[in-house]
């Protein structure tokens, strides 16, 4: 009997994609120097032919952030890799990301061909929250405010009356609490936790995790902090509140970016997708930057902080989708058009605050 994706355990599918990782690495690996430097060229040129960008979220392989800004494109949160994409002249977007990136991407760019590098490229709160399910248990609270994070599909986007980025999540919550309003908080239930002791606020979580944020141990990265006393812990919400604990930042992808360069310490322990360590060293070269334990006692890595979708995001990859125009993002429409509701919500919401400040 043959199961679907939503019905696998988190943990088998990280493992279904890091043994798919492992077969492309055997085959890159037998690239020559020469031969990777022409396949990257091919894909510079193909950019240019095929009149397409390329939006790289933080996480994926340096290489291939590296390439989106040098052909012009963006390195980015999942945000603002929709906005650029809809900002920007080229027909063709292509997303190196997981698959609720693209999609987002597509909602916003509806006339535009939205491709991803690797159509099985996953994330498990978008799979820990299948739209049938969601909408089922909203409908059991319709007294509460749904409100989803990013990382959902279309579908569940189209269900909810807000969309979030962890950029905006205290404001957004605390601005909606402070007007009365009760709660639905999906798929994210570190996050959601984390929301609800800073803001007060009356939710209700949907019990989402993410496999990669999950796996952070606050006693090992105690042990570290204790080691290097000089460290500053960098910490996102997707984290285990023991973990978010020992923080002396707590933020989005972007604001921990902002904060390695801004805080003045020689060394940062990130809990986040290790992907980001790349954009922290560029922006603060004689800083020292590692990725927070991710391992208990006995266990044979000392930080697996990386998310298997991402890495599914390779050059081999990118330059079949754009020879091909495979991999192509395609929406029901009334879903689409019903799921730029809440984003353009959220965009307008933030933009205010923005002139606030
Ligand atoms: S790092 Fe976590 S939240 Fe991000 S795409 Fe991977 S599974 Fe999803």
């Keep these: 009997m043959s199961m679907s994706l ?3 355990s988190p943990p088998l599918l990280k493992r279904i994609a890091e043994e798919a990782i ?3 690495a055997v085959a890159h690996a037998s690239l020559s120097d020469d031969a990777h430097a022409a396949l990257r060229q091919k894909a510079i040129d193909l950019l240019r032919s095929r009149n397409a960008v390329l939006v790289a979220h933080y996480y994926v392989d340096s290489e291939l952030q590296e390439l989106a800004e040098e052909t012009q ?4 949160d999942s945000l603002e890799m929709a906005r650029f994409g809809l900002a920007h002249t080229a027909q063709t977007i292509v997303v190196a990301g997981v698959r609720f990136m693209g999609e987002t991407a597509k909602i916003l760019s509806p006339e535009k061909r939205v491709l991803v590098v690797d159509s099985a490229a ?5 799979l820990g929250c299948p739209a049938e399910t969601f909408s089922a248990f909203c409908d059991q609270h319709p007294d509460r405010t749904v409100v989803v994070y990013a990382n959902t599909s279309a579908e569940v986007k189209a269900r909810a009356d807000w969309v979030v980025t962890s950029s905006i999540a205290l404001d957004l919550i605390r601005d909606l609490s402070d007007r009365g309003e009760k709660i639905i908080w999906a798929p994210d239930r570190y996050l959601g936790d984390y929301v609800r002791r800073e803001t007060g606020a009356d939710i209700l979580l949907w019990q989402g995790s993410c496999i990669v944020h999950e796996e952070f141990k606050a006693d090992t990265l105690l042990d570290l902090k204790q080691r290097h006393p000089e460290a500053r812990i960098l910490v996102h919400p997707e984290s285990p509140p023991s973990v978010i604990e020992l923080a002396d930042v707590v933020g989005s992808t972007s604001q921990l970016i902002h904060a390695s360069q801004e ?6 322990i990130v809990a986040t997708e290790e992907g980001i360590l790349h954009k922290m060293r560029q922006g603060a070269p004689l800083k020292k930057f590692v990725a927070a334990p991710t391992a208990g006692e006995g266990a044979t890595c000392e930080s697996c902080a990386h ?3 991402m890495k599914m995001n390779d050059l081999q990859r990118l330059v079949d989708v754009l020879e091909s125009f495979e991999n192509e993002v395609i929406l029901d429409e009334t879903v689409r058009a019903r799921a730029a509701l809440p984003i353009s919500r959220m965009i307008e919401y933030a933009g205010q605050r923005v002139k606030r400040a």
Excluded at 73 to 76: D, R, S
Excluded at 122 to 126: A, G, N, Q, V
Excluded at 263 to 268: I, N, S, V
């Design 22 to 24: 492992s077969a492309r």
């Design 263 to 268: 805080l003045d310490a020689p060394l940062f």
């Design 6 to 8: 939503t019905e696998l």
């Design 73 to 76: 494109g963006c390195v980015a």
């Design 122 to 126: 996953e994330c498990s709160l978008d």
């Design 307 to 309: 998310c298997p979708w």
